[in-house]
């Protein structure tokens, strides 16, 4: 899908033009001091159309979804469905932010374990995801973090070694192939 | 029946898509037309010329002007055949503009409608008869409710200028918001030193009849002759035997109200006068506070008062009065954050209610103000600590669609200017944080003000919304955003005042419907046209002025309350009132009683009456239209299953010859 | 009484701890869990942030499965998974087009009419009487910071849960428990949910924020009922007091395991013993 200002309505199922740039979108998101572009800015960029700058910047991945933006925005725009298009568009237009890719990676690593297994089989996530993301920018420290944690979390009984899988993975697979092959439309 | 038809080009925007000549000649074959015409401009002096020139020399009887809409110019053209000797409700308009002209492009297809809508007026003027204008006489006398500082102002006005003014008021006093303000924006004057004058010369006025601690109960009647109930609260006080020496609340061992007048920043007694410069200043017992009047135990205020004035028996009374003009000026409120209430959703991220030292605007003028619990030292409510930061944030509730409330309630910008002034010049060493989204200063040494406010002394302007507000260590830890710079920003505040949104005060619209007038979404009272008529309602003889009609400021207010005064005067001005005849009539022999017609009306305009003989026998009921009130909106016509109701000017028989001549 | 139960990925993988503990609680309170047949994963925030469709697709698959087999009522313990399926549900129930579109992409007919609740919501059908009827050993020792977290109350159009800004549901149930609910300021900050992994730095950084207000406050436990913020408070706790150089030592539980422990069942039966840091 082409970035655009309705195709950003369309998939946040809200109006980007309602919003005033009071700020409180930004004033109160937990990781508003990390990202290199406030939340109100991003919405000011789709706003007047700049959509390069909106979605080659880290801010977007930075997100956590808690939806506390959208849920205080006085104009009831969903802003944080508005960082979930951003994020949509840039990967469909091939739009990496460089310092973000890690959590492009994983968001990525994680789908496909989804396609595949049905559920989320952690290890699987785990090893892919690092050794992807040790691939893509080298990170020694990255491949062994949490490894300290690994052995406890057997010993606790945390981790299923193998993993669950559905009994209709064909289905998933199926599931998967529609939504991505129809052109993502948005939905909520 | 001699009928002159003429039709207006009204310069191009009728002729352009109509062929005036065409349509003149196509008229001027029908039975009963005298004569047809057609000008460029009917409504200009030639054309009215030629009007009255046809009516004295072709003797017509009945006029139809085709050209634009009857609101525009019907009374221009009546006044025209009046001035001839020819009744004014023989004229009629058939409006070839507005309904053909403009919204059509085919002229040959447009030319055949105007035919076809003067045809139709044609048809009707045959039926018509001559009406008279109903003359009604005017109580010279106004009732003003609310006694803030636009009800005081307007009813100054109207009794300065002779006439009699009765002014209700809901607090025990009159005074309104603006009594307790500390000082006013732009020109930092003593709000007190302003208002209290004013207030003495109400309570002092020889033709100002004060009626505190009342409210409007039911209002009937109409235009120039309303007769409104007022509900006299039982004040437990008779004031007329109190002095007002201050023995009783002095003595009242109930002091720990919440003060109304300091918005719960101070305390009073049960028995108390709201402030010193009350008027009246005579005390009232709070029935819900009082130990005496909930337990039958205490009595001091009694034992204490050598003028016998304090009556635990005293009841609610019913008073009526008769005026001919009502003016609504019964103010605001702040909204109230804390909590949702009705369409309006609370804000649970500023902790107001929930943090002592969250407060709102009329808070901070109590605790500002000379007059205020603290004696206008600046104490924050938790601990009475001197505040050194203060974080004053504009827009709460107002400007917010997901909370209710999408207006600009216009004063915030100006106090919250004016409220970092005053903190500075209290607290020198302290420093006052903004949180705007723009600054809104459009008046008269306005923007001025706000620039002092930044400029010199040094309150923190930040462009941005808060998000949420946290208390830690006695601390209130304040979540923000600078817009223009791109960050988020934490302060860290002793005290937080919220310029939160005005809204109309409580009860608005249940006296709204008493009064017959309209109301916005927000309960806001309708004025009749925003712009020309401002403090005009859609009921003849109610006005509107103040902060119940729109968020305003002082002068706004006292503004709109002098043209509200003069609109009384104006109507007081003649001994009575003409209006327009076209009302309903009953037909009483063949009204069934069914009063469908009472119940449908929406302006209470028919009566159910008796039809007695000469020994006052009952013979039959009936329906009657008081003629005074009917807005001759047709309801009643379309209700009745009997047929007995009709519309002067609009009668059945006129409507059916006007399809009649159609088909 | 029986209830649907969609469990997803978290309890059947490294949260199998809460999902032990909400099977204890609830059985003991007469709740028979109906587990939802061959389910799928909800999406999450991968689902969410690269495919709107797939976003609302997953949860519809799951939906669907639930209507074909009569289950009008879920719980979903985790909250990212409830306020998924809940916000596909409503999607599915306001549109005509959404319905027809969604039922042939998972192949079977939905209409998203399937109630979907959270783990506070099924305590609440329970019912505080009796709850508290079944407490024996009252937790007169606990000063608990309730910690609702982000999606249990958020999108309030959405959810409709209890106040989004100052929720008191859990302190509710917690002090029907004995014990005590103590009130402090971020019970509905984010701990960085789902990018423990991706973003550790955030995670630990709003971790830590949490942990210090909660014992500012004079907690001496945090009651969560999420899987992700346990593992960021309890799982991650350790990084957090190595990155900041202080001891929070602060317990996390889940809502079940304190409901469960008043009512006489035993730490390790409920998967107490799993947690990283120890009471």
């Not at chain 1, 993993?163 to 993975?169: F, T």
């Not at chain 2, 065409?22 to 009917?42: T, W």
């Not at chain 3, 929720?167 to 004995?178: D, F, N, Q, R, V």
Request: net charge neutral.
């Amino acid at each position: 899908m082409r970035p655009s200002s309705e195709a950003v309505d369309m998939l946040a199922h809200t109006h980007v033009t309602d919003c005033y740039q009071c700020g409180k979108c930004s004033a109160g998101c937990p990781v508003g001091e990390r990202m290199d572009v406030l939340p109100n800015q991003l919405v000011r960029l789709v706003q007047s159309g700049n959509f390069r700058r909106a979605m080659d910047c880290e801010a977007i991945w930075l997100c956590v979804s808690c939806q506390t933006c959208s849920a205080r925005c006085p104009k009831s725009v969903n802003c944080a469905g508005v960082l979930d298009a951003l994020r949509q568009l840039a990967v469909e237009n091939n739009v990496i932010n460089a310092a973000a890719r890690r959590t492009i990676v994983f968001q990525q690593v994680f789908l496909n374990n989804i396609r595949r297994n049905g559920r989320l089989n952690e290890l699987e996530l785990v090893g892919v995801f690092k050794s992807k993301a040790f691939l893509k920018d080298a990170s020694v420290p990255l491949l062994f973090k949490d490894s300290l944690l690994a052995p406890k979390m057997i010993t606790r009984g945390k981790f299923h070694l193998m993993g669950e899988k559905v009994k209709d993975r064909a289905l998933v697979g199926r599931i998967f192939e529609r939504c991505f092959a129809e052109g993502p439309r948005g939905h909520k | 029946m001699r009928i002159g038809v003429f039709t207006c080009w009204c310069g191009e925007n009728i002729a352009r898509h109509v062929d005036c000549q065409k349509v003149a000649e196509a008229i001027r074959n029908l039975l009963g037309v005298h004569c047809s015409v057609d000008y460029k401009y009917m409504c200009s002096d030639p054309g009215q010329s030629m009007i009255r020139e046809q009516i004295r020399n072709g003797k017509l009887t009945g006029l139809v002007v085709a050209a634009c809409s009857p609101h525009m110019h019907l009374k221009t053209f009546r006044k025209a055949a009046e001035a001839e000797g020819l009744n004014p409700y023989m004229v009629e308009m058939a409006n070839v503009r507005e309904h053909c002209a403009w919204v059509h492009h085919d002229r040959e297809a447009a030319t055949a409608k105007a035919i076809d809508i003067i045809r139709m007026a044609v048809a009707k003027v045959q039926q018509n008869r001559p009406l008279a204008a109903i003359r009604v006489p005017v109580t010279k006398r106004a009732m003003v409710i609310g006694g803030g500082v636009a009800g005081i102002q307007a009813a100054l006005d109207i009794a300065d200028a002779g006439f009699e003014v009765v002014l209700v008021e809901r607090d025990p006093s009159i005074g309104g918001k603006m009594a307790g303000l500390s000082e006013t924006f732009p020109t930092l004057d003593c709000s007190q030193c302003i208002l209290t004058p004013r207030m003495v010369d109400v309570g002092q006025h020889p033709r100002i009849k004060l009626h505190t601690y009342s409210e409007v109960e039911a209002v009937n009647g109409y235009v120039g002759n309303f007769k409104v109930t007022v509900r006299k609260k039982a004040r437990y006080v008779d004031i007329t035997k109190c002095n007002g020496c201050g023995d009783c609340w002095n003595k009242c061992p109930q002091k720990k109200n919440l003060s109304e007048f300091d918005f719960g920043m101070g305390k009073r007694t049960a028995i108390y006068v709201p402030f010193p410069q009350a008027v009246p200043a005579r005390p009232v017992i709070d029935r819900e506070a009082c130990t005496m009047l909930l337990k039958g135990k205490c009595g001091i205020c009694a034992k204490k008062c050598t003028r016998g004035a304090i009556n635990f028996e005293d009841q609610d009374q019913l008073i009526t009065e008769d005026v001919g003009a009502i003016v609504a000026a019964t103010g605001y409120k702040l909204c109230d954050i804390g909590k949702d209430e009705g369409r309006y959703k609370g804000y649970g991220e500023y902790g107001f209610g929930r943090y002592a030292d969250v407060i709102d605007g009329l808070q901070f003028e109590r605790i500002v103000s000379a007059s205020g619990p603290t004696g206008g030292e600046i104490k924050r409510p938790s601990d009475g600590k001197t505040p050194k930061s203060v974080v004053f944030i504009c827009c709460v509730g107002s400007r917010d669609d997901a909370k209710g409330c999408g207006y600009c309630s216009k004063i915030c910008c100006m106090y919250v200017a004016k409220h970092t002034m005053l903190y500075k010049h209290k607290v020198h060493d302290g420093q006052a944080h903004v949180f705007y989204m723009d600054i809104r200063a459009g008046g008269k040494n306005y923007e001025e003000f706000v620039r002092r406010a930044i400029e010199q002394d040094g309150a923190e302007y930040h462009r941005g919304r808060v998000s949420r507000i946290t208390e830690h260590n006695g601390q209130l830890i304040v979540r923000g955003v600078d817009t223009l710079v791109g960050e988020a920003m934490t302060i860290e505040a002793d005290l937080v005042v919220l310029a939160t949104a005005m809204r109309p005060a409580d009860g608005v619209e249940s006296l709204a419907q008493k009064l017959n007038i309209g109301y916005d979404e927000y309960g806001f009272l309708s004025e009749s046209h925003p712009k020309l008529r401002p403090v005009e309602t859609n009921t003849a003889g109610v006005l509107v002025c103040g902060a119940c009609q729109a968020p305003k400021d002082i002068p706004e207010s006292v503004a709109q309350a002098s043209a509200a005064a003069a609109k009384v005067m104006m109507l007081f001005a003649r001994d009575e009132l003409t209006r327009e005849p076209e009302v309903a009539e009953v037909n009483e022999q063949t009204c069934a009683a069914c009063f469908s017609c009472v119940r449908g009306c929406p302006y209470k305009a028919i009566d159910e009456a008796d039809i007695t003989d000469r020994q006052g026998r009952l013979i039959k009921r009936t329906a009657r239209v008081n003629p005074g009130l009917c807005m001759g909106c047709g309801t009643c016509v379309a209700i009745c299953p009997s047929k007995s109701v009709d519309l002067a000017g609009f009668t059945e028989q006129q409507v059916y010859a006007m399809v009649e001549s159609l088909v | 009484m029986q209830i649907g139960y969609y469990p997803g990925c978290a309890l059947h993988g490294s949260s199998n701890d809460y999902e032990r503990s909400v099977r204890v609680c609830l059985g003991r309170l007469g709740m028979e869990l109906r587990e939802l047949d061959d389910w799928v994963c909800c999406g999450a925030t991968a689902a969410h942030s690269l495919n709107a469709k797939l976003a609302t697709a997953l949860p519809a698959r799951n939906l669907a499965i639930a209507e074909r087999d009569g289950i009008d009522q879920m719980l979903a313990p985790c909250p990212m998974c409830s306020m998924e399926l809940i916000k596909a549900g409503q999607a599915l129930a306001a549109s005509d087009a959404l319905r027809r579109e969604m039922s042939e992409i998972v192949e079977q007919k939905v209409s998203g009419a399937t109630g979907v609740l959270n783990l506070i919501q099924v305590f609440q059908q329970i019912g505080l009487e009796r709850i508290q009827k079944a407490v024996v050993q009252p937790l007169s020792q606990t000063k608990a910071a309730c910690y609702y977290g982000c999606l249990l109350v958020r999108p309030p159009e959405q959810l409709r849960f209890d106040d989004c800004e100052n929720p008191t549901s859990m302190e509710t149930i917690i002090k029907a428990l004995g014990a005590e609910a103590i009130d402090w300021n971020y019970k509905t900050e984010c701990c960085g949910a789902g990018m423990t992994m991706c973003n550790e730095d955030t995670v630990l950084d709003l971790a830590h924020k949490i942990l210090t207000d909660v014992a500012a406050h004079g907690a001496n436990c945090v009651v969560v009922a999420c899987p992700m913020c346990h593992v960021n408070l309890d799982m991650k706790q350790a990084d957090v007091e190595r990155r900041y150089g202080v001891t929070h030592r602060m317990p996390i539980y889940y809502l079940s395991d304190l409901v469960g422990m008043a009512m006489g069942a035993s730490g390790a039966e409920m998967g107490v013993d799993r947690h990283y840091v120890v009471a």
